[in-house]
């Protein structure tokens, strides 16, 4: 099954990992879950000792503090800005926690109450009646009845009554089924939480209710504040992405070095020589920067039919990073004329990348 | 930097404590609690006859001080040393010393002991400057257990966030549990792996082998020396073979220093990571509870205790924090103290939990979040000191004159006082007094009403209400200034010369006004010659200002100096004529320069010229020449211009008379008639309004000839200049629109009634009326509006 779908879910991807810390934990576990804390915690930040890489570059720990948080009754919504690995730091902890990642619900304005409770085979409800063979569980009850964790993706998408039928479900831990008879209902098994992510400055987002807010545990993913983590970074999942494409080589390390500070300089509005430059409207994010430098590697490779050169990189850079805004082609061809042309002067890489834009 | 080997540092850890030769090297860290139960137990079992605590020796006279009943931490000592080449600035060294601190705890016990008690340190007087001076720095240093490769990796081993949660997590999770021996070591073979790490500078070197000298000396004193040496962990290697460590140095000279009242607030704040442990109020609370229990503290209860009273501080601020809020907080505290492996949450968890339970929404600075929480774990508490203790003279100095000018230093309570500035001596020295105290921000007055000096003699406000009170902060205050001056007055000159600096370096535009606001209020606060400095560079940023605006807001500030006989009223020494004179030179010279300053600037020079006028036609408006303002406004008048400036010109030249009203109105008339578009046509009427409009109330030729213009134009083209007409007429006054309608009115004799109008729609009006009237519907408005047709 392995390379016949696009992406493995991480309990598959690193299911080596898991059984061997499953192996050598000794340390208590809470109720419901399959590791230990500090095997939850090696599993994400990586334990050289034990053979397990780091899957998470970022504060280690934020990641310490989801872990707890889970732990206890209240729900873990991570908020950040896009391209921060919200969603990748939740589909680790939820493959470590409880062995699957898969209980998903995707947040969007078509989201109603059945995606977070139960919907009906209506063939069935129509000809049998009310059965429990006729109820489809959504994966918050699912998660429920097994006691594992469920993930909400874009939590502030759903419009704003779907996401407070939430509010129950995390204080009484319990979903009532008047369908099925008087009195029914599924109480949460222990190891049962809710992971949820949100972008809460983005178009097209509710605000949450205040009761559902305080139900919640909010922890803020930010951007790599490393330069050389964020290199190491992107490299790696450039190598990722193209391990389909063999007969591309490793991009070299002054180009990747261009890229880097192109994206930092722009979405913290100040060069490291102190120089402030204008931010574009588009969040400038590390996951942006794997997206540009993957579609250069493979416009050098398969279109121009050399190396990868900051050439390509600039010659990506507006269609991958900018969406919308006509603003921000200006803002950027102020920061080549400003910023890059003088370091152009002394650096081939950056004359490449200006002849680019 | 060579790794540092396992058995190195293990044998290091082992040379510390050699009883056969009657020496124990403690290595501690400053502020640290669980040091200092060890050391005290260390004491107790050893009895030493000598006690060398690292400390700048000159101190050794403030141990009794220190020791003394009515002292009570936190304390400290603060040394004023000169800066070389300057005559006032001079840099404050602090020593803290707090109830948790290990020296304090080991000066205590060795005293009951009967030790001798040494501090061993260079004197206070070679202390390297601060590089900010008035500007406090720690003498205890600090660095190599925040910052460097060697805590780096260990914190990422053990998953802590920085220097300070690897100490408490390896170190204060130790408080109140053991033997002193093995803490000891673990903590000597930590320190030992910092020095490898970390080799020491030359200046560490000279101050280890000054310290070296005094131990050497301490072990030959006496039959049979037991020598107890309590340093900063760093130096601990170096000094467990003393005789090792030589090095002449010059010896150093000390410093004046005093033994003053310190508080928590302080602490924290002198320098963060340089000075030892941050938040002293929770590693207070820590030592209590282990004083008072003689045994580790309850973790768990300790939290909870924190967690629910600043939740009670909280309330009694009128902020509610749900308890449910308050369980999550505890519930994270713990888990996050389990998971990495503590006996119970300590300072970072706690902090960590706060934020993640309170933060409902995006946060991209946990530490906004949190600060309130950081401040309650960091407390208020101020220290005392005895009273043999004696005073920097600035302190004295500030005392004594409030003391003469009947305000209460002894306690707290606020009063109200009234001062009659102009009228009585005694009041004006009083004023003089608080608006010091304000310059040093002492807190200790604040001017509830009271005339606004800045803006201009004011009538209405001639006395000053000020709400007074002494308190430990004040005092805290003054000390801090204590590095600015030994006076109140040279303090506050020093003070207000360094605000000028801040100033410079910030240089944003037209901000001369403001620094010359600093004269002013030195001048409110009595001082006089000690602005000479002040006043000099002003007079250089004066004649080398480039902004007409700014320069005419400061010609009236100045000029308000000279000419009052007030409280703002300056000795002749500080020669305010002069600078008067000279901002006005400057402001006459920049006038040629305005037809190239850009369109936005365009009004605020026109107002810059405004002023200058009522400068010149109020009072000491006779010592400048107003001939040389006028022969530069001629000139302006006659270069290429942008008609607003123009208008503005001629406006002003007209009021002093060198112009005609007529031309002025040939002017006027001929921009109105012109053919340009957008505000090009009133733009010279709208710089005559703005600079000089009292030619347009004059009721003279101008008026004629806006009159005839308005009553000319049909009614589309009215319409079509009535935007920009409007803009121009709005920069008048209210009084000066109503002087205007008035005159209006009566040239076309319409009654008291009809002068609400503005006068261009009073025209417009008119002629909408006539209109009526010629197409014989003269009936039908007599019918509607009675008897006015």
């Known amino acids: ?357 | 930097m060579q790794d540092p080997d396992r058995k190195d540092l293990g044998q290091a850890a082992e040379r510390l404590f050699s009883p056969g030769r009657g020496l124990w090297v403690v290595p501690v860290r400053h502020h640290s609690p669980a040091c200092a139960w060890a050391l005290e137990a260390l004491i107790r079992d050893v009895a030493p006859t000598h006690l060398l605590v690292e400390g700048p020796d000159d101190f050794d006279r403030h141990i009794d001080n220190i020791l003394d009943p009515g002292t009570r931490p936190p304390v400290a000592i603060v040394a004023l040393t000169e800066v070389e080449g300057a005559t006032t600035l001079r840099t404050a060294s602090h020593y803290p010393l707090t109830a948790h601190s290990p020296e304090y705890v080991a000066l205590r016990a060795g005293r009951t002991a009967g030790a001798r008690l040494r501090f061993i340190d260079l004197p206070s007087g070679t202390f390297p400057d601060s590089p900010t001076p008035a500007i406090a720095q720690p003498l205890q240093d600090d660095l190599p257990f925040t910052s460097g490769d060697y805590i780096d990796a260990l914190c990422q081993a053990t998953g802590c966030r920085d220097g300070h949660d690897l100490w408490d997590h390896l170190f204060e999770t130790r408080l109140g549990t053991g033997n002193w021996q093995e803490f000891f070591r673990d903590v000597g073979a930590y320190c030992a792996g910092l020095r490898q790490a970390t080799p020491p500078d030359a200046r560490t070197l000279r101050r280890e082998a000054h310290m070296a000298r005094h131990v050497r000396a301490a072990l030959g004193d006496g039959a049979a020396p037991r020598v107890v040496v309590v340093v900063g962990g760093y130096h601990a290697p170096a000094l467990c073979d003393p005789e090792s460590v030589t090095q002449d140095a010059a010896p150093g000279a000390p410093a004046t220093s005093y033994l003053v009242r310190y508080g928590f607030a302080a602490l924290d704040a002198l320098g963060g990571y340089a000075a030892g442990l941050p938040l002293p109020g929770y590693y207070d609370r820590l030592w209590t509870e282990v004083q008072a229990t003689g045994a580790a503290p309850a973790w768990g209860a300790t939290a909870l205790a924190l967690i629910s009273g600043h939740a009670e501080a909280l309330r009694k601020d009128g902020h509610l924090q749900p308890v449910p809020i308050l369980v999550e907080s505890l519930r994270l505290a713990e888990g996050l103290a389990r998971l990495r492996g503590r006996p119970g949450p300590m300072r970072q968890d706690l902090l960590d939990a706060a934020a993640s339970a309170m933060v409902k929404g995006e946060a991209s600075d946990r530490k906004l979040w949190t600060a309130d929480f950081a401040r309650y774990l960091r407390g208020d508490r101020l220290g005392q000191v005895c009273r043999n203790a004696g005073l920097p003279p600035l302190v004295a100095d500030a005392q004594s004159r409030a003391a003469a000018l009947r305000f209460a230093v002894t306690d707290s309570t606020p009063r109200e006082r009234r001062l009659e500035v102009r009228r009585k001596p005694a009041h004006r020295a009083a004023s003089a007094f608080l608006h010091a105290m304000a310059i040093l921000e002492t807190g200790f007055a604040r001017m509830t009403s009271g005339p606004d000096y800045m803006a201009g003699p004011d009538p209405v406000h001639l006395h000053e209400h000020w709400s007074v009170a002494w308190s430990a902060r004040v005092e805290a205050r003054l000390i801090e200034s204590a590095a600015l001056g030994d006076t109140l007055p040279s303090a506050c000159a020093a003070q207000l010369l360094l605000d000028y600096e801040t100033l410079e370096a910030e240089a944003r535009r037209g901000d001369l006004p403001l620094r010359c606001r600093l004269l002013l209020r030195g001048l409110l606060a009595g001082l006089g010659g000690e602005l000479m400095p002040l006043a000099r560079r002003l007079a250089q940023d004066i004649a080398l200002s480039r902004d007409p605006s700014a320069l005419a807001e400061t010609l009236r500030q100045l000029n308000l100096v000279a000419v009052t006989r007030g409280p703002l009223r300056a000795p002749a020494v500080l020669d305010i004529r002069a600078l008067v004179s000279a901002a006005f030179d400057r402001l006459v010279w920049l006038i040629d320069s305005l037809p190239g300053l850009p369109a936005d600037d365009l009004p605020s020079a026109i107002d810059a010229l405004r002023l200058v006028n009522a400068v010149l036609a109020g009072p000491g408006g006779e010592a400048l020449d107003a001939g040389r303002f006028a022969a530069a406004l001629d000139r302006l008048a006659a270069s290429r211009v942008p008609p607003a400036l123009l208008g503005a010109a001629l406006g002003l030249g007209a009021l002093a008379g060198r112009r005609t009203e007529a031309e002025v109105a040939a002017a006027v008339a001929g921009g109105l008639a012109g053919m340009d578009l957008g505000e090009g046509r009133s733009a010279l009427l709208a710089g005559v309004l703005r600079a000089a409009p009292a030619i347009l109330c004059r009721n003279g030729p101008v008026m004629d000839a806006v009159d005839a213009h308005l009553a000319r134009i049909d009614e589309p083209a009215f319409l079509e200049l009535l935007p920009e007409l409007r803009a121009a007429f709005s920069t008048l006054t209210a009084q000066e629109t109503a002087r205007l309608a008035t005159h209006v009115a009566t040239r076309h004799a319409l009654g008291p009634a009809e002068t609400t109008l503005d006068p261009a729609d009073a025209a417009a009006l008119r002629k909408v009326l006539d209109d009526l009237v010629t197409q014989g519907l003269g009936a039908w408005l007599a019918q509607a509006t009675g008897e006015r047709a």
């Open chain 1, 1 to 357: 099954m392995v390379g016949e779908v696009q992406k493995q879910p991480a309990e598959i991807r690193f299911a080596e990992e898991l059984a061997r810390l499953a192996a050598s934990d000794p340390g208590p576990r809470p109720p419901g879950w399959r590791l230990s804390p500090r095997a939850v915690r090696a599993f994400v930040t990586g334990d050289e000792a034990r053979g397990v890489t780091r899957k998470f570059w970022g504060d280690d720990a934020l990641v310490d503090r989801c872990i707890v948080s889970v732990m206890g009754l209240q729900g873990l919504l991570l908020v950040g800005e896009p391209g921060t690995a919200k969603s990748m730091l939740s589909e680790l902890l939820s493959a470590a926690i409880c062995g699957t990642s898969r209980l998903v619900v995707q947040g969007s304005a078509g989201v109603v109450e059945d995606h977070l409770r139960y919907g009906w085979n209506y063939a069935l409800l129509l000809a049998e009646g009310p059965s429990a063979r006729a109820m489809v569980a959504s994966p918050v009850l699912t998660a429920m009845r097994t006691g594992q964790i469920v993930r909400i993706e874009e939590l502030t998408r759903c419009p704003p009554e779907v996401q407070d039928s939430l509010i129950s479900i995390l204080s009484e831990r319990t979903l009532a089924v008047p369908e099925l008879g008087e009195g029914t209902e599924v109480r949460a098994a222990p190891g049962f939480n809710v992971i949820a992510t949100a972008n809460l400055r983005d178009r097209g987002t509710h605000e949450m209710s205040g009761a559902l807010k305080r139900r919640f545990n909010f922890e803020t993913v930010e951007s790599i504040r490393d330069p050389a983590f964020e290199r190491a970074l992107i490299a790696r999942q450039l190598a990722d992405r193209l391990a389909d494409h063999p007969a591309i080589p490793a991009p070299a390390p002054d180009v990747l070095d261009v890229l880097v500070t192109v994206f930092r300089d722009l979405r913290t509005g100040r060069t490291a020589e102190g120089e402030t430059v204008a931010q574009p409207s588009s969040i400038m994010s590390t996951a942006e920067a794997v997206n540009t430098v993957h579609a250069a590697s493979l416009a050098a490779a398969y279109l121009d039919g050399g190396p990868l050169t900051a050439r390509h990189v600039a010659g990506q850079l507006r269609g991958v990073v900018f969406k919308d805004d006509p603003e921000d082609g200006r803002k950027l061809r102020a920061y080549v004329d400003q910023v890059a042309r003088p370091r152009a002067r002394s650096s081939r890489a950056w004359a490449a990348f200006c002849d680019g834009t």
